[in-house]
T-cell receptor, first 113, second 115 residues
Framework: DQQVKQNSPSLSVQEGRISILNCDYT??????FLWYKKYPAEGPTFLIS?????DKNEDGRFTVFLNKSAKHLSLHIVPSQPGDSAVYFC????????????FGTGTRLKVLA | DTGVSQDPRHKITKRGQNVTFRCDPI?????LYWYRQTLGQGPEFLTY????????KSRLLSDRFSAERPKGSFSTLEIQRTEQGDSAMYLC?????????????FGNGTRLTVT
């Protein structure tokens, strides 16, 4: 029962261009969504989050968009830099439930110099 | 930097042995989580604590796994009679539990190899 799905296992983008990572969820109770970045041999690092009362949240080069009707969120990175090369996970939880965070399977982003 | 600390970073053990991992969360974080990650997968929820109370445990978690957080600070995860399928990265995370959700902050994990 994969409640959070990242259907693209990998993505390659040229340096300076936009990276768009996608995530779909199935549980309509989810109301808080997060993106994490993970380098090899390290734990995931929190990037940005969004509550279901909003449809967009920005933090520097990172913007997360939420489409509740489609149960879809995306992470935009502009401009992409080689240091952004990592595996990106989306996660979701229900703040009215047990605060269990469910993660997707990840998308490996490679930014080409 | 008082981030989440996990010990050991690596553990190699023989099948059938017991292992114990420790996690020290960010101080004043009242929620503590254990996740497991295998190659090509996202972190898989195992269990979590609010203060010293274990509030949820994954149905996928066998009885060989047990976690404690005795004083609401550090936590231990024990795996008894390890099997090769237990080989994975075990991640600990903590968060400041409030009425609104807050992000999890992860440690760098303990990589377990069962031979």
């Amino acid at each position: 029962d994969q409640q959070v799905k990242q259907n693209s296992p990998s993505l390659s983008v040229q340096e300076g261009r936009i990276s768009i990572l996608n995530c779909d969820y199935t549980n309509s109770m989810f109301d808080y969504f997060l993106w994490y970045k993970k380098y090899p041999a390290e734990g995931p690092t929190f990037l940005i989050s969004i509550s279901s009362i909003k449809d967009k949240n920005e933090d520097g080069r990172f913007t997360v968009f939420l489409n509740k009707s489609a149960k879809h969120l995306s992470l935009h990175i502009v401009p992409s830099q080689p240091g952004d090369s990592a595996v990106y996970f989306c996660a979701a939880t229900s703040t009215s439930g047990t605060y269990k965070y469910i993660f997707g399977t990840g998308t490996r982003l490679k930014v080409l110099a | 930097d008082t981030g989440v600390s996990q010990d050991p970073r690596h553990k190699i053990t023989k099948r059938g042995q017991n292992v114990t991992f420790r996690c020290d969360p960010i101080s004043e974080h009242n929620r503590l989580y254990w996740y497991r990650q295998t190659l090509g997968q996202g972190p898989e929820f195992l269990t979590y604590f609010q203060n010293e109370a274990q509030l949820e445990k994954s149905r996928l978690l066998s009885d060989r796994f047990s976690a404690e957080r005795p004083k609401g600070s550090f936590s231990t995860l024990e795996i008894q009679r390890t099997e090769q399928g237990d080989s994975a990265m075990y991640l600990c995370a903590s968060s400041l539990g409030q009425s609104l959700a807050s992000p999890l902050h992860f440690g760098n994990g303990t990589r377990l190899t069962v031979t």
